[in-house]
Nanobody, 123 residues
Framework: QVQLAESGGGLVQAGGSVKLSCLTS????????FAWFRQSPEKGREFVAA????????RYTDSMKGRLTINRDDGKKAVYLQMITLRPDDTAVYYC????????????????WGQGTQVTVFS
C-alpha cells in the first residue's frame, strides 16, 4: 500500500495563499492518480481537485475554480495544491487521496488517504 502525508496547512489571513504538499511512500513504482478533498462541519466532505496518473487531466471543483492549481512531481512522488485568494469559508481539513484509475470527484472511488492538514482562514 502507499502511504500519504499532507503538510503546509496553517493559519492564513483572508485574501492570502497557501500551498499544500502530499508526499507518498511505499506502494508501487507505477504512478497513481491523486486528488484533494476537504472536510468541514458545515459542508461535510467536498471534492477540491484531482490529477491523473500521467498528469494530462486535471479537474477542479466549480466553486473554487480559478483559485486552485494542482500539480505533481513524480520524481519526488508528491502532489501539490496551490490555493489563492482564500476566504474564511475555505477553512477545512484538507486531505490528499490516491488510486489506480481515472480521476473522480467521488470520495468513495479513492483507496488511499492521508491524515489531513488543517487550513484556517481568518478575516
Amino acid at each position: 500500500q502507499v502511504q500519504l502525508a499532507e503538510s503546509g496547512g496553517g493559519l492564513v489571513q483572508a485574501g492570502g495563499s497557501v500551498k499544500l504538499s502530499c508526499l507518498t511512500s511505499g506502494g508501487t513504482r507505477h504512478p497513481y492518480a491523486f486528488a484533494w478533498f476537504r472536510q468541514s462541519p458545515e459542508k461535510g466532505r467536498e471534492f477540491v481537485a484531482a490529477i491523473s496518473a500521467n498528469g494530462a487531466v486535471t479537474r477542479y471543483t466549480d466553486s473554487m475554480k480559478g483559485r486552485l492549481t494542482i500539480n505533481r512531481d513524480d520524481g519526488k512522488k508528491a502532489v501539490y495544491l496551490q490555493m489563492i485568494t482564500l476566504r474564511p469559508d475555505d477553512t477545512a481539513v484538507y486531505y490528499c487521496a490516491a488510486r489506480w484509475g481515472l480521476v473522480s470527484s467521488e470520495s468513495d472511488r479513492w483507496d488511499y488517504w492521508g491524515q489531513g492538514t488543517q487550513v484556517t482562514v481568518f478575516s
